[in-house]
């Protein structure tokens, strides 16, 4: 009785969803572009969170409130306009990891 043995591999049509190797090389290309962005948005959000807790700290210590809603309100504005509804969540976002803990 004889063996076989199957091996599968993985071609980068197969992780692109790509019909042609050109399509592929486009798609492969372009993700790690959008992988080095998110990797540069990470470091910005995290540095926006820094900033941000220095501001609360001074804020705190003259007496104010942590946070300052007519601020965040500028902006989810901001968001909105530059990019629409969706722009709204995301400025949600930030503003919620910029908080820290409440």
């Avoid at 091996?7 to 969803?17: A, F, N, Q």
């Avoid at 509804?85 to 409440?102: D, H, K, Q, V």
Wanted: hydrophobic share 35%; charged share 25%.
């Amino acid at each position: 009785m004889t063996s076989t043995t199957s091996t599968t591999s993985t071609t980068s049509l197969d992780v692109t969803g790509a019909r042609t190797s050109e399509a592929a090389d486009v798609i492969t290309g372009a993700r790690e572009r959008i992988d080095a962005l998110d990797d540069r948005i990470i470091g910005l959000v995290q540095e926006r969170m820094a900033v941000s807790a220095v501001i609360q700290d001074s804020r705190i210590a003259s007496g104010g409130r942590r946070v300052n809603l007519s601020r965040e309100m500028d902006v989810l504005g901001h968001y909105r306009d530059a990019l629409g509804r969706p722009g709204t969540s995301l400025a949600m976002t930030l503003l919620e990891l910029c908080r820290g803990r409440i």
